[in-house]
């Protein structure tokens, strides 16, 4: 294990636990330096920097961005940014309007599918974070009708399915640039993902460098083995750092637990050898 988890959520997006609790669960397991990266939000910081100071453990602050290209979602990482920045702030206020209106219409267009009520239960298990399909997803399974997320997703939420709605997110080069404007690092989230050829693969990490991304996640908590050693040679190929994250929602058996990673291959350089934030995170408190 590294010590390291560069991708988690919380309350403040889809995952399950707040910010301090996910924090107090990293300490417990482990980790050593935890980045929160919530979808297309930094409101989880605060407290899991308060939370990470208690438990002696280095908090980087990070965001989850969804970003469009070639007609696709595609989400990048960012790491060690200033959440304060003005053009990220706004950005990102951008991306959460874009997010209440899609999640109206996902509402609309599942309830004619037949889910009555479902845009209010969502809206009350977000609570007051980010709207998001696995809020839909969690109380379509609630209901009983998908043995689990992932069927949820298949009959549901997939592209074509009923409460699919196309989404126009911001260029990935507009994000790369919020995020190296607000001194952070950015990262290509779980490239194996995206069902992408090998082509279509070293396209994306190549127009992705070229606009300033500098890291892949080559051990994502979703990953198979072989998509391992697939993202450890885009990185190779195209000069990127390594980054290592779990994503991290919660306890359900679909998501890997916390931290669970392995260490990452040899001849990569790990992304965290190189921050270079405004305000680097804070050195961690000697461990117990
Ligand atoms: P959104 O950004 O609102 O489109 O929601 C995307 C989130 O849905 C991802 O970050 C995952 O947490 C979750 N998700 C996507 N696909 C699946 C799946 N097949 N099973 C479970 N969760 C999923
Ligand atoms: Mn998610
Ligand atoms: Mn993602
Ligand atoms: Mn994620």
């Known amino acids: 294990m590294t010590g390291y988890d560069l991708h988690t959520h919380s309350r403040a997006s889809d995952g399950v636990y707040a910010p301090d609790a996910l924090v107090a669960r990293a300490a417990a397991a482990g980790i050593r330096t935890l980045a929160l990266t919530d979808h297309d939000t930094t409101a989880g910081l605060a407290e899991g920097q308060a939370a990470a100071r208690q438990h002696g453990l280095q908090l980087v602050a990070g965001v989850e961005i969804s970003v469009t290209w070639e007609k696709r979602t ?45 845009y209010e239960e969502a ?15 969690a109380c379509i399974a ?33 994000a790369i640039g919020w995020i190296r404007g607000a001194g952070g690092i950015a990262v290509l989230a779980h490239p194996q993902r995206y069902k992408l050829s090998g082509g279509w693969l070293r396209r994306l990490a190549g127009e992705f460098r070229d606009m300033g991304g500098e890291a892949v996640e080559v051990l994502s908590g979703t990953a198979a083995p072989g998509d391992v050693q697939a993202s450890a040679d885009l990185a190779r190929r195209h000069g990127l750092l390594a980054s290592c994250g779990s994503d991290f929602h919660g306890p359900d ?7 669970r990673l392995p260490a990452l291959p040899a001849g990569l ?8 934030a405004a305000s680097p995170p804070p050195a961690p408190r000697p461990w117990p």
């Open 142 to 174: 609630r209901r009983g009708l998908a043995a689990d997320m992932r069927d949820v997703f298949n009959r549901y939420l997939s592209t074509g399915k009923p409460g699919h709605v196309p989404t126009c997110w911001v260029a990935m080069e507009t």
């Open 123 to 137: 809206c009350r298990l977000a609570g007051d974070g980010m709207m998001t399909r696995t809020h839909f997803a």
């Open 253 to 259: 058996e679909a998501w890997p637990k916390l931290g």
């Open 269 to 276: 350089t790990p992304v965290w050898e190189c921050w270079r």
């Open 74 to 118: 595609l989400h990048l990482v960012g790491l060690a940014i200033d959440p304060t920045h003005a053009p990220l702030a706004a950005g990102l206020l951008e991306l959460q309007q874009i997010r209440a209106q899609r999640a109206r219409t996902i509402g609309q267009r599942l309830e004619k599918a037949g889910l009555p009520g479902i």
